[in-house]
């Protein structure tokens, strides 16, 4: 396993986060298991956030820690708040839900503190003093370390860091082999068609120029959680190319296509979501292969994008 230096206290953290949204029906003991088989081969990051499992999956996590108090200082943790799910879903960056997410993040956990803490999902009526006061009391407490953003362009980075006195370390992003809208722009700059319009900001670029930790999600989907690449016939091509490259590096095609996502040159973090610790241990193996630059391109390629 590879690490990464990470936050103010650079921490080295394991390139493949364990993602905790889908442990919502394990039983405490499964996610146990989980949790061991991360940390024995070397994932000492999870991730979630207050709304998955509704809550409960912080919750069965929470058990496993109050049961198993020797396991906190070797897990990184990681959750996310921001998301209201109400009559309907909207979203809340203001002070006082902040400091009450993450109250409640932490009694669900049975933890004193949050290794990190992002807002999930931009909130166009941030206010980003609000913000930053909430950050300050986190983190003059002790209850949050680090702090980041998700799915947030660089102008909506930029407003927070007018206010915001500690850095933003992380910016969880959707990316895989089949998900590349980001890269698509750069790609095809100063040219005609679809692909050369600039959604996201250069929000790649940014994370690496700020040195912000790009954590990958949906590493193994395509779409907005349309399903699993990997596989998958309507992938034909790239799953020809992953199948080759993995037993040219003797791992699963699922960690190549992981693989492929750590080659982007910045600090990287792929999420997996996996409840099956076989799957999470082949997963992992991501982080031992070092994709060329022709084979990172042909699945790129593959993959059913293309190059001017």
Known sequence: MKYIPFGQEKRELSEIVLGMMRISDKSAKEVE???ETALSVGINAFDLADIYGGG?????????LNNRPDLREKMWIQSKCGIRIEEFTYFDFSKDYILESVDGILKRLQVDYLDSLLLHRPDALMEADQVAQAFEILHKSGKVRDFGVSNQNPMMMELLKKEVKQPL???QLQLSAAFTPGFESGFHVNMEGDKAALRDGSVFEYCKLNDMVIQAW????FGYFKGNFVGNEKFQQLNQ????????????????AIAWVLRYPAKMQAVVGTTNPKHLIEASQASNVNLTRKEWYEIYLAAGNDLP
């Open 33 to 35: 298991e989980l949790v």
């Open 56 to 64: 409960r999956c912080e919750e069965l996590l929470g058990q496993v």
């Open 218 to 221: 949906s590493v193994l989907q």
């Open 241 to 256: 190319v992953l199948n080759r490259l993995a037993l040219k590096y003797g791992v699963s095609p699922s960690a190549i």
């Open 169 to 171: 370390s992380i910016n």
